[in-house]
């Protein structure tokens, strides 16, 4: 279902299938999704401070060798298996399912990952958000997160000040859910600002007039109100919430 944009109002709902932004590097692969091209005619790939939503797969035993970021917030959500991280402040993490890992990348963060040779094969999204002023000052956040519970939301990660487990310098909440096939949840909303739904896994309808997001398809809400989300299968998703009027810079690595 795709509508002219709203400014207040009833939800609008616009949907986007798979990216077919890509990039094969053997055994460490990503696909771009971009939420700004959701929306018909919209001239910028990303939605206000929301860059993009990187879905990426490593095979066991990749290496992905030291590397900077400059200027861009970059959060690292793995629902299953294992990501490991080392950078140049000494820092050894493991981000799986009861950890998220945040780098504020500011002036610039030096990093790599890996996964050993007896990990399992990882899928899991690196989210990069345009923070709002350029070359702040570097940082890593990684945290225990809240245990899932089925059919609710879980906060991961909010703007700085906010009450979420970690934080990023830009306007931008995030939540996932485990939703069970036939269950139902509110979309997370604010009022004047939009919501941007992931679908990782599974399927769902949404809205009132039921439009179907599928497996690694996304949705982009705009305007205030309740917006149901449901379950067709067992689903795993990640909602966005984004101030799209929010100041941004866009001199990221990644996250221009």
């Known amino acids: ?24 590097q053997g055994n460490f692969r990503i696909h771009f999704n971009f939420p700004g091209r959701a929306l018909p005619d919209h001239e910028d790939h990303g939605y206000g401070p929301l860059a993009t939503v990187v879905e990426s797969f490593m095979d066991p035993g990749t290496l992905i060798r030291m590397h900077q970021h400059r200027n861009e917030e ?73 245990d899932v519970a089925a059919n609710e939301w879980r906060r991961l990660f909010g703007p700085v000040g906010s009450d979420a487990p970690l934080s990023v310098r830009n306007a931008v909440h995030c939540h996932d859910s485990r939703l069970d096939g036939g269950a139902t949840v509110t979309l997370p909303a604010r009022s004047g600002w939009d919501t941007y739904l992931y679908v990782f896994e599974g399927a769902v309808t949404i809205g009132d007039e039921a439009a179907e997001v599928g497996y690694t398809e996304s949705a982009l809400v705009t305007g205030d109100g309740e917006v149901p989300v449901t379950a067709r299968e067992d689903s795993v998703l990640v909602a966005f919430v984004v101030d799209p009027a929010a100041p941004i810079t866009r001199q990221g690595t990644i996250a221009r």
């Open 1 to 24: 279902m795709n509508e002219s944009a709203a400014t207040g109002g009833a939800p609008e709902i616009y949907t986007a299938p798979r990216t077919d932004v890509s990039q094969n």
């Open 74 to 146: 970059i959060i690292s959500w793995v629902p299953e298996g294992v990501m490991r991280h080392d950078d140049r402040q000494g820092n050894e993490l493991v981000t799986d399912p009861d950890h998220l890992l945040v780098m504020n990348a500011g002036s610039g963060f030096w990093h790599a990952e890996e996964t050993l040779a007896d990990d399992p094969p990882l899928r899991m999204l690196q989210i990069f958000v345009r923070p709002h002023s350029l070359d702040l000052e570097p940082g890593i956040q990684h945290e225990q997160i809240p």
